[in-house]
């Protein structure tokens, strides 16, 4: 992965990442018993409002959850996905969170993967992407760029487990922004390129 630096903010990563859940005990079984993420803070909200825990995620973040006794139940399609990747309609709402992927070490991705399995947890099948028209591919090669599992957590919350395998450059952003009704109607991502290159056409031309 690539690193830029932030001109505007010193922002360094997540600090935490806040979601609702169904069942806190049933969380707590799930993400530190299973996943083996340490339970480092527990608040019981004033006033009857609920609860909210945090869980260590490593590199000093944190996965948060709140419980609210009146919250609304999911609606899948909409506040998170259907089913998924792979297995159906991956497709949530705007300002959704579609799914939550934790970094793990390329290394271990296999034994990571195996472990998940070994734990009962369903996953899809390992996903190796790269810019191939399918977009992944069964094998490992030097065109991967990310390695790949996703699955459920008790509430229906998508998760990943990733593995960086490429460095990214600058041949990496190739791609145009869609508007919101699909068509690439201005330039946003593209524009410092397409300026560049009138740059050097421009200094080709013999001088008037």
């Not at 360094?12 to 083996?36: P, Q, S, W």
């Not at 998940?116 to 030097?142: C, F, M, R, W, Y």
């Amino acid at each position: 992965m690539t690193s830029s630096a932030n001109s505007q903010f010193d922002i360094r990563g997540v600090n935490h990442l806040a979601l609702v859940c169904k069942d806190m005990a049933r969380t707590v079984e799930f993400y530190r018993d299973i996943l083996g993420m340490p339970l480092v803070k527990t608040i019981d909200l004033p006033g009857g409002r609920g609860q909210h825990f945090f869980f260590d995620i490593g590199n000093g973040d944190s996965l948060a959850f709140f419980w609210f006794p009146e919250a609304h139940e999911a609606v899948p399609g909409v506040s998170s996905p259907k089913a998924l990747p792979t297995k159906g309609d991956f497709t949530s709402a705007h300002g959704s969170m579609n799914h939550i992927a934790f970094n793990v070490p390329a290394e271990k991705f296999d034994d990571y993967y195996a472990a998940l399995q070994a734990k009962g947890v369903e996953v899809t099948q390992i996903l190796n992407h790269d810019d191939s028209p399918s977009q992944s591919s069964a094998e490992l090669h030097e065109g991967v760029f990310v390695r790949s599992v996703y699955f459920f957590d008790p509430d229906g919350v998508c998760l990943e487990f990733a593995s960086w395998t490429k460095t990214f450059d600058a041949g990496d952003v190739a791609h145009e922004a869609v508007d919101a009704g699909g068509v690439k109607s201005r330039r946003v991502v593209l524009k410092a390129e397409a300026m560049l290159a009138e740059n050097d056409v421009r200094a080709l031309e013999p001088a008037k």
